[in-house]
């Protein structure tokens, strides 16, 4: 089992031009902790839209390299989601679940990961075609390395212990971010 912050900050290492969607939650307060940047969008009460919000963007920006990360217990909220990332086939799309079989934000309870659903296997029986298993700091540099590769849409089940580190908070004005994610993306503010 992997370290969530150190996972994270792996995964964030020399990021260039990435963009970030994170989830509801540790997923926000990891990347946030690897270092906040303009191009990181945090997402405040959104639980389970991580992915889709990642698919929108991926498709928007097709010349960007987009990167959920998120957990287990937001992706079961969102199942439905990774169909329509399979139809949609973004090359540049990678969806990076941290995998602790809990619910973190709710109490630290069983997860349906911890009691056998295999998030791997919902991915690829929804037609996603690179689906990987990751238990070691080299498998998250392998995803790392394939970020910029353009052969997505890629699904990463990374498995990490059950730990609840202190909180590095992200900003929190939805406002804020959407300006900040937007100058970031070369977009005017609405």
Not at 87 to 113: C, D, F, K, W
Not at 118 to 134: F, H
Not at 144 to 170: Q, S
Request: glycine share 14%; aromatic share 4%; hydrophobic share 45%.
């Amino acid at each position: 089992m992997l370290d969530r912050r150190d996972t994270v900050a792996r995964l964030l290492q020399d990021r260039g031009d990435l963009l970030v969607v994170t989830g509801l939650g540790s997923p926000s307060w990891d990347a946030m902790a690897a270092g906040d940047h303009d191009s990181n969008f945090y997402l405040w009460a959104a639980m389970g839209s991580a992915a889709m919000t990642g698919l929108g963007l991926a498709l928007a920006r097709p010349d960007r390299p987009v990167l959920v990360i998120t957990g287990d217990g937001e992706q079961l909220m969102g199942l439905g989601g990774l169909a329509t990332v399979s139809v949609a086939r973004p090359r540049n799309l990678t969806i990076a679940v941290l995998n602790n079989g809990r619910y973190g934000e709710t109490g630290m309870q069983a997860s349906h990961t911890a009691h056998g659903v295999a998030l791997t296997r919902v991915a690829a029986g929804c037609g996603i075609e690179d689906v990987r298993v990751i238990e070691s700091l080299d498998g998250v540099d392998g995803l790392r390395a394939g970020l910029r590769g353009g052969a997505g849409p890629v699904f990463a089940d990374i498995r990490i212990t059950a730990d609840d580190p202190p909180k590095v908070l992200p900003p929190r004005d939805g406002v804020y971010l959407k300006n900040r994610f937007r100058a970031a993306l070369g977009l005017g503010t609405i």
